[in-house]
């Protein structure tokens, strides 16, 4: 069993005026897989997480270590009263946190073992603790701002969102063959037509400062109580891009784990109202078509990657994911469900590409 530094055990010992043999570590799991860096440590009959950064230099040309850009970003978060881990104590040579724990599972496990229904009110409460923390970042942008991964955001997102919007249509073309044939012309170009309407909208939307680590997995949850944690990348994306991925569980590693989607039109709609409040110039309707928008992308890119890795499975990216997902079919069909059946937004052109799938699969 890894075990944290024993140095960093002392100090924490030192810093719980306890004994470092009353101190007990165990290894924090992702379904079958071992995490190395992060440990639920109890003494004194309390739980706390101990996580410690693994790259100790800054990524790229950031001034700031991952492990000082979770420190601050916490600290600043936790201050602003968001649903995020407290912060006890830290080491600048150890690269280590200990904090606040926050629950024995995470919303990705959650979703794997119970129904949607069952989860309505944790969702509700994950959106609006999501709202929270975006309206945090956009407040504290300048704050933020030496800790902001670098990059040239008016080029990579652009260029980011085109490279996701290509493949996702070229993965119409792939669904094609699922009736025994390639498209229709006339039937492409109707589909084209519909995919620069909704290229052109994605293109639109303005991004906004958060966390660049985001998924069901890095929301903690305790009842009904629930944390976001992982800030070690801070970055500008799209709001809907992170509502999407972080209500959207993908089961990794876990046995029978398949994609479990715990977005609804009632869920995206309660969204889209709050964030049309402080978003000028946006309706709640024109936010959750955007919504709508990526989770139709996203479900179209996981099956890009599902044919890719079948196709290629001998690639190193392919065996990762093939490991990861277990089984290819069974994936398969439940991304395509999803594709079909996930109605978030009344936007008729989302509609009419559920739709082609749909007619697709049928045939």
Not at 161 to 179: E, V
Request: proline share 5%; net charge negative.
């Amino acid at each position: 069993m890894n075990q944290p530094p024993p140095q960093v055990i002392e100090q924490i010992a030192a810093y719980l005026h306890v004994s470092p043999d009353q101190i007990k570590c165990i290894p924090i799991r992702h379904g079958t897989l071992e995490r190395n860096n992060v440990w639920q440590l109890t003494a004194m009959g309390r739980s706390f997480l101990l996580k410690q950064h693994l790259i100790p230099q800054p990524v790229g040309e950031s001034t700031f270590t991952p492990f000082q850009i979770e420190t601050s970003v916490l600290l600043r978060l936790h201050q602003a009263g968001c649903r995020v881990p407290e912060l006890y104590w830290w080491s600048d040579s150890a690269k280590c946190l200990l904090m606040e724990w926050c629950g024995d599972t995470t919303l990705d496990d959650l979703a794997q073992e119970s129904s949607p229904d069952e989860l309505k009110q944790v969702v509700q409460n994950t959106v609006q603790a999501f709202c929270q923390l975006e309206a945090e970042f956009a407040i504290s942008a300048d704050t933020f701002k030496p800790y902001i991964y670098p990059v040239n955001y008016s080029v990579f997102l652009p260029d980011v969102m085109q490279t996701l919007l290509d493949q996702g249509r070229k993965t119409l073309d792939y669904l094609a063959w699922l009736k025994g044939g390639p498209i229709s012309a006339n039937h492409a170009g109707t589909l084209d037509t519909i995919w620069d309407r909704l290229s052109n909208r994605l293109h639109r939307a303005i991004p906004a400062l958060g966390s660049l680590d985001y998924n069901a997995r890095n929301i903690v949850i305790d009842g009904d109580t629930l944390t976001f944690i992982d800030f070690g990348s801070i970055g500008w994306d799209w709001s809907e891009r992170r509502l999407v991925q972080s209500l959207n569980s993908f089961g990794t590693n876990r046995a029978n784990g398949n994609f479990i989607s715990l977005l609804r039109a009632e869920i995206v709609q309660e969204y889209a109202t709050e964030v049309a409040r402080h978003r000028e110039g946006w309706s709640a309707t024109e936010i959750a078509a955007q919504v709508d928008c990526h989770h139709l992308l996203f479900y179209l890119l996981i099956i890009h990657r599902l044919l890719q890795s079948t196709a290629q499975p001998d690639a190193p990216e392919s065996i990762a994911t093939l490991q990861a997902w277990d089984d290819p079919k069974a994936r398969f069909q439940r991304a395509l469900a999803l594709l079909t059946t996930s109605h978030l937004s009344e936007d008729p052109d989302i509609a009419h590409i559920q739709e082609t799938i749909a007619a697709f699969r049928d045939a």
